[in-house]
């Protein structure tokens, strides 16, 4: 199983950035996907989500009208565009594959992005 993110970088405030979660091992479509991020001296919190057949998608106060969750199951990705981003958005952003069958929970991790805003 793995997930891999890409496309953290710097970034100006007031720029954008695309955030990609490659998926393999699993069944990508069974699975429900996360964004969380952690930022320095601070704990993990999850950003956004979007179910398995993305018919609904979720998003923390802080960032909705900003960022937007998307995946393309045939691909096995899921792609985070982070619009406007502002210095407090700094962070390493993790993709995370959620399941809940038969009352199991399954998650699985990516080893994260760093996303710098900054000028």
């Known amino acids: 199983v793995q997930l ?3 496309g953290g970088g710097l970034v100006q ?15 990508f479509s069974e699975y429900a996907i996360q964004w969380h991020r952690q930022a320095p001296g601070k704990e993990r919190e999850l ?12 998003y923390i106060d802080s960032v909705k009208g ?8 045939a691909k096995s990705t899921a792609i985070l565009v982070m619009n406007n981003l502002k210095a407090e958005d700094t ?3 993790y993709c995370s594959g959620v399941s ?17 805003v900054s000028s």
Do not use: M
């Open 47 to 58: 950003v956004a989500t979007i179910n398995n057949v993305a018919l609904h998608d979720d």
């Open 91 to 93: 962070a390493v952003y």
């Open 66 to 73: 900003r960022f937007t969750i998307s995946r393309e199951n």
């Open 13 to 27: 405030p007031g720029k954008s950035l695309t955030l990609t979660c490659t998926a393999s091992g699993f069944t």
């Open 4 to 6: 891999v993110e890409s």
């Open 100 to 116: 809940i069958a038969l009352g199991i929970r399954t998650q699985y991790w990516g080893k994260g992005t760093l996303v710098t």
